[in-house]
């Protein structure tokens, strides 16, 4: 094991587990997207919508930048560009989120769309990278289409497609009306996620467990105001996926601090609070293109926080236990995390 000084988080091996595909295109990407659509970009122009803003500003550009995803082949360029990136994370297994809802949005075939991305992924396995998928919906474009997605979901589980989820905006349906949807997921034999406590409450966090059933719950900031549910969080073993530069950049550690949006801190990050707790939390780089992070600096600013050498190696082991993988495929990564440390 390493001293707290001379940790090398690059060379920890590492799992992604709560990351978006379209929040992942970087802007030289988005300029060839758009000029094949006959839109033309400079980067500079790109990376100005992706410049700090608050939630919705956020949500704008994610609309934006996905209107130059039209064909399978734009998915397949995206994806393949995204596993070189994870190869340069020391990231050898990925539960990569992919927007269905967006892709019914726009009246596209989302099966083609996973077809060609998953083709793409797939090219990267003899290089030590394997991708699994979770399809995810958009909590403000209704019950209907979130349960479309599910049923969309269904028919993949048998290539790769390993769990369900809702993001957007969590305050747009209340989490009891989405009961009906996720007992159809958990029936067809997906893994149950959600977004939850990023912008709501802690309520919310508590519902997605209680109500839902999830197995694990992305961002949850807002259980920083709640010891009961830090503690149920803790005795149910439920982790939650925190991605600290995401938090900052839309606003939500502002929001849960009643802060304005600019001045929210890294220092106030409840991440060492979790782990003092005995929350069990993996780190997640969530958009980084768009958020201009990377899985590695999401593991520095960890330490930056005060967590230690050893917590930041036992992060990184998390992404692994937490992963919806096999026991035997578990301990094979966690051997290989633990060498790495």
Not at 42 to 57: I, M, Q
Not at 76 to 84: K, P, Q, S
Not at 244 to 255: C, F
Not at 307 to 336: I, M
Request: proline residues 4%; aromatic residues 8%.
């Amino acid at each position: 094991m390493t001293s707290d000084s001379q940790l090398d988080f690059s060379r920890l091996l590492k799992a992604e587990l709560h990351v978006h595909l379209e929040g992942s295109i970087w802007p030289g990407t988005v300029v060839e997207l758009a000029a094949r659509n006959g839109v033309k970009l400079s980067e500079s122009e790109v990376a100005a919508r992706y410049a700090p803003g608050d939630f919705a500003r956020f949500i704008e550009a994610y609309k934006w930048v996905t209107s130059f995803l039209r064909e399978p082949r734009d998915f397949a360029l995206i994806a393949e560009r995204f596993c070189e990136y994870l190869l340069t994370q020391g990231v050898a297994y990925a539960e990569i989120t992919l927007s269905v809802g967006v892709m019914l949005l726009r009246k596209q075939d989302p099966l083609a769309n996973f077809e060609a991305i998953r083709a793409a992924a797939a090219t990267f396995m003899p290089r030590g990278l394997r991708t699994n998928w979770i399809f995810d919906a958009a909590r403000q474009f209704g019950l209907a289409q979130a349960m479309e997605v599910s049923r969309i979901a269904a028919q993949v589980v048998d290539k790769g497609v390993v769990a369900y989820g809702i993001g957007g905006d969590e305050l747009a349906i209340p989490t009891k009306e989405l009961l009906p949807v996720y007992e159809f997921a958990r029936g067809a034999g997906l893994n149950l996620v959600i977004h939850a406590g990023e912008i709501g409450p802690a309520s919310a966090v508590r519902d997605a467990v209680e109500i839902l059933g999830v197995a694990r719950v992305g961002h949850g900031l807002a259980s920083m105001h709640d010891e009961s549910l830090l503690r149920m969080l803790a005795e149910r073993n439920i982790p939650l996926e925190v991605c600290p530069t995401s938090n900052i950049r839309t606003g939500a550690l502002a929001k849960q601090l009643a802060k304005p949006v600019r001045e929210a801190s890294l220092a106030e990050h409840p991440l060492k609070l979790f782990l003092e707790r005995g929350v069990p939390v993996v780190l997640g780089s969530d958009d980084p293109a768009m958020f201009e992070t990377s899985l590695l600096n999401e593991y520095a600013a960890a330490a930056r926080l005060g967590v230690t050498a050893a917590q930041v190696s036992s992060l990184a082991r998390a992404g692994f236990a937490y992963a919806f993988l096999s026991d035997a495929d578990k301990r094979s990564y966690l051997e290989g995390a633990k060498s790495s440390s």
